[in-house]
């Protein structure tokens, strides 16, 4: 089935330092990836999406600023989370959605999540 | 996306039918019942999904009420590593977003 990967998958910092995060879908093409946080024993939170060639949608409370998502090609989408601060320490996960008409209704896939913790 | 209610955790016996609710009362007409599960610390791995018909894969069979208001996950036969949580999500598979927007889940505890 189709595949989407996340770098790195764990990631400790520096708190005022930026980290950013990679999220591949390896055989597919994806025109929109979602970017999600989750806290400890909690849901997760929608916090933009990301489209191919142009701004990003971010979702209501989410900084842009401190966010940055940028995804320049059909295959990458990348996070970036500007001078980290020890309450952005989350677990971060992204889905990519396969290109509309390209077959089934489960057209989103999750990666595997990316862990951060900021000291 | 229309809101689901879940209970919040369940427990099964290893071997048993495991059987997961979900509400969705305000689900429109072209929106379909999506399952996702979330083992800890990964990511949401797609279960399975249906309309109005009851449906029924590798993974589980999901059964949804003929008026379409809640459904239910079946997992025939539990296992230890079928302990997760488990989100029932409502939506559009058309438009420019089809997002999901995750509820709380249900923790699916499975037991010897």
């Known amino acids: 089935g189709a595949v989407v990967s996340q770098h790195p998958s764990w990631v400790i910092c520096k708190s005022g330092t930026s980290v950013k995060i990679e999220c591949r879908s390896l055989?597919?093409?994806?025109?929109?990836m979602f970017w999600y946080r989750q806290f400890p024993k909690q849901s997760l939170m929608l916090m933009a999406t990301?489209?191919?060639?142009?701004?990003?949608?971010?979702e209501q409370g989410v900084e842009k600023d401190k966010f940055l998502i940028n995804h320049a090609s059909l295959t990458l989408s990348t996070l970036t989370v500007t001078s980290a601060h020890p309450e952005d320490s989350s677990f971060y996960i992204c889905?990519?959605?396969?290109?509309?008409?390209?077959?089934?209704?489960?057209?989103?896939?999750f990666g595997e999540g990316s862990r951060l913790t900021v000291l | 996306d229309a809101k689901t209610t879940q209970p919040t955790s369940m427990d099964c016996a290893e071997g048993r039918a495991a059987n997961l609710p979900c509400n969705h009362s305000?689900?429109?007409?072209?929106?379909?019942v999506y399952w996702y599960r979330q083992i800890h610390s990964q990511g949401p791995q797609y279960i399975i999904h249906?309309?109005?018909n009851n449906e029924t894969n590798e993974m589980a069979s999901l059964i949804i009420t003929e008026d379409r208001k809640s459904s239910t996950l079946i997992l025939p036969h539990a296992t230890l590593r079928d302990t997760a949580v488990y989100y029932c999500?409502?939506?559009?598979?058309?438009?420019?977003?089809?997002?999901?927007?995750f509820g709380t889940g249900t923790r699916l505890q499975v037991t010897l």
């Open positions: 305000t689900i429109s007409g072209n929106e379909y």
């Open positions: 999500i409502v939506r559009s598979p058309t438009g420019t977003a089809s997002k999901l927007t």
């Open positions: 055989d597919f093409q994806a025109t929109t």
């Open positions: 889905s990519a959605r396969a290109n509309p008409g390209q077959g089934s209704l489960r057209e989103l896939f």
């Open positions: 990301s489209n191919e060639g142009s701004k990003a949608t971010y």
């Open positions: 249906g309309l109005k």
